[in-house]
């Protein structure tokens, strides 16, 4: 039992200033036994709070731990495998056509700087003959780079239509 329950039940005496001979049948007063059953009630109510504070103390600072079979965690490995596979292989193509075209974007820059080291070259000293070979070279030069941006717009064409065949 706690401290309320072993605590003298009669009505306390009153701490103001006047004399206890307004308060005389306070003092002489005794709780009803609804109140005592409430007291009761309440002190039932604390201890179980207490048990819970404890039980989740408890809980909060123990680990647990569940064993599962081996076979359990291969077929979850399995699934979970089943499951990414073709989001990391589209990754994978989507990756390898990005690193194509930047190789062709490296070539087709590598190309544009020798044509610009070469026309610096041919500027000093040039004859008509040699500025009318820059010129056509110039002129096969953008040819070519339209007819690779051509190529490459075809043939990712021809991979939408591959992709969308096969599914």
Excluded: W
Aim: net charge neutral.
């Amino acid at each position: 039992m706690s401290r309320l329950s072993r605590a003298n039940l009669k009505a306390r005496e009153s701490i103001f200033a006047s004399g206890p001979e307004q308060y005389i049948g306070d003092t002489q007063a005794r709780c009803p036994p609804d109140l005592e059953e409430c007291v009761m009630a309440m002190e039932d109510c604390c201890e179980e709070a207490t048990i819970y504070r404890r039980m989740r103390r408890k809980f909060c600072s123990d680990m647990v731990f569940l064993l599962v079979n081996e076979d359990t965690v291969k077929r979850y490995k399995s699934a979970l495998a089943d499951e990414i596979e073709p989001a990391i292989t589209e990754l994978i193509e989507r990756a390898q056509q990005g690193l194509a075209g930047l190789e062709k974007k490296e070539h087709t820059l590598q190309t544009k700087v020798e044509n610009a080291q070469s026309r610096t070259r041919n500027a000093t000293g040039t004859s008509a003959a040699q500025k009318l070979e820059a010129r056509r070279l110039q002129t096969l030069t953008k040819q070519r780079e339209r007819l690779e941006a051509e190529v490459r717009a075809a043939e990712a064409e021809v991979m939408e239509l591959a992709r969308k065949k096969g599914e």
